[in-house]
């Protein structure tokens, strides 16, 4: 068994550089999981001289496909050109020659689903598309694997990051559509040309992925109903919010008796959902199996390092799957033995966060002023007050309730040590850390 | 290769029982995944001649744990009896006759991590522990395979389902901790002894074997920092929320400069974040990678289905790479390929959901009639109206808005078209459909 896996990166576009910046800054924890080196050996881009700011050093540079399709050395070819025609050709060739194949192309897996499917099930190769949904989401290898005992009943989710971004801007700032998408593009949530974001065209492409990995069959792409944001208006969203709903773009598909719903439109969702939490370029899937019941992934939806995380989760496995001597399953604590040690956890006292502090005192003239003087003596200091005294009777104790900044629990400790014997204090403090 | 695998199965208990209600009802399902049956031959427990009101056909019963463990027909063998002593045995005895183990049991992988995990390591067999951590939560193998590119920086969430329905129950009903308790009792959210769920035990047990996981190391369960929930008041809850928190029992652990951190201990949580929203028995857990970013994994916590969910899984999981003449990979789109079809998406206009209409009409009398009438010959029945009219000039146009009860998709448009041809409508209807 070779101790490295080689790699043939096609696309130095955000993703390509993640997954470059990724291998070099994580390579010897790879190493650590995997048990040997991935290593891209080439990479294959249309401007090979195009300098890029990152570490790019033993990878041989071309724009020839065929210098990585026909190496015999390159085990996994990774494709992040995006598009159609050429993608495709460079997968089903890869796939052809027994080499396996990663992609994020979710417009290809879309469009030419039964091509693609019918090259990866029929090849020597194994098959990753973890990043072409979701990049931050593991959504592909929950359904693929996970949820693998379940009949899965209904997917839905935010599955478009620009047109969440977009929606959620509206509803904070009550914009319109078209400064909000202005806004997005300015802040790099959204392409020059955004018509794929908003019209509901890349969720639907991930949509019918999903459908597909799900439901265990091929869909056709053009059968399915889209629609946009563009048309949702600021008094939309005023009036949804008056009726306790917000709005999100949904992509939505359901088993049902009757046959397969599947859909992708704007949809009000209940503001005690955990979707309408999702803000922002966030996305969450929800899927629903018969067995596993209701279940929710949440996540970056795109970006470059969220989706060369994806990636890197999928040469791993296939890493795994490729070594004949060892089992294909990742090991038991995902670290190889030998690297496997005791590790230590730090004493609670050095903890350093924020703490509610709730002290039962006798309301009399000075009090704030002691408990405030101990607390500044141990180098904590305060974020706000309140004297809880609902149904206050004259001589009982109240409740005085402190929110400190970040403070260390060995001065939290120490101060409440101190203040606990005091005379003015009736009942031990209570405290409650808070998740900063 | 054979066309099945055998189970041996320790336990028929509600986990248990679960197993076998899910194979007995997906197993055609699985077959078509795994290419192979997954069939329970033996099953030992303490009392073999109970009736447990499930259909145990073809399973051989008894009380002898040698007639799973010497049965040299048996694959993979799941321990789900729970404990300390009696299931470390069967798993390490397993484990040494080289047969893969399944297993639920988050007690004894956290308090006998070192000798569980070395056994695990050095055996033939393959060991798969996704059910002992939040059942219907796949976060075993989103950490040990998806995330695996990753340095894992932090861990944390609400992993404990009774401890999280007592609080949610004291937040939303203003009850005390005692009260919450006994109604969680109850309803069956609460065992008799809950000892382990409210003093945070169940939960640490969780945090230690997911830090051992994050972190690729054995951590000493007996260092880890634990508080349990009995002494939060509702007054806590009260002016928690007052400064825009809800209290979660929460277990955190992070990777830091200065060491691991790791605690469970009730925790203020600030409203607007996701984990704010897990309620009820539910869990969710939080894992922050230096690629992938912020991550949340949410669903049912424990219970007979969401856990034998996770056992299964991991069982097609270890079956796969049990076969050594095909890849151990799950099949590109889950099933395998002799079973894949292609299948149609209904028409959008069988939608059957509920709908938020925004019509843009003249502020005339009858105006209202024209438009219900209309609705109600389309079978449309309404949920609620609202007319919207901000700074509103007699004359000019105003919005009303309509939510309906369940309608179909057809007859809306149908009422639409009809609606849209009045003379007192000036724009077009705004349709967006509700997520019920």
Redesign the interface.
Known sequence: VKNYINIGLFGLGTVGK?VVN?LN??GS??K???GREIRITRAVTANPDKERGIDLKNIQISNKINDIINDPEIDIVVELIGGIDLAKSIILQSLKKGKSVVTANKALLAECA?EI?NA???SKG??G??ASVA????II???????????IMEI?GIINGTANYILSSMSEKNETFLSALKEAQEKGFAEADPTFDIEGIDAAHKLILLM?????????FK???IEGIA???P??I???D??G?V?KL?G?ARD?D??????V??????K???????NGA?NAVQVM????????????GA?S??T??????D????GR?LSSSD?????????Q?E??????????D??ETEY?L?FTVLDKVGVLASLTKSLGENNISIR?M?Q?SKEHVPGLPV?V?I?THIAREKDIRAAINEIDKMPIVTSPT?L????P
Chains 1, 2 share one sequence.
């Open positions: 993640g990724q800054d994580n924890l790879i650590k999981r995997l039964e499917f990866a099930y029929t194994l098959f598309y973890e990049g931050g989401i593991p290898r929950n359904i693929r694997e996970s949820y693998s005992g379940d009949k839905s597909n990995l799900s439901f265990n069959a091929i869909f056709d059968s399915l109903y048309q949702i208006e008094i939309d005023e009036i949804a008056d009726f709903y709005v949904l939505k049902d009757k046959g397969f719903e599947a859909r439109h704007p949809t009000l969702v209940n005690n959902s955990i979707l309408a939490s999702v966030f199996g018969n067995f596993v019941g209701e279940t929710l992934s949440y996540g970056a970006g390092y969220p060369s995380s994806a990636v890197l989760g040469l791993i496995q296939i799957a089992t294909s399953s990742p090991p038991p604590l995902s670290f033995i690297h496997l040690r005791k590790k230590q956890i730090l004493p609670i050095e903890l509610y709730r706000c309140i809880k409740a309730v929110l209570r409650i850390r808070i998740d």
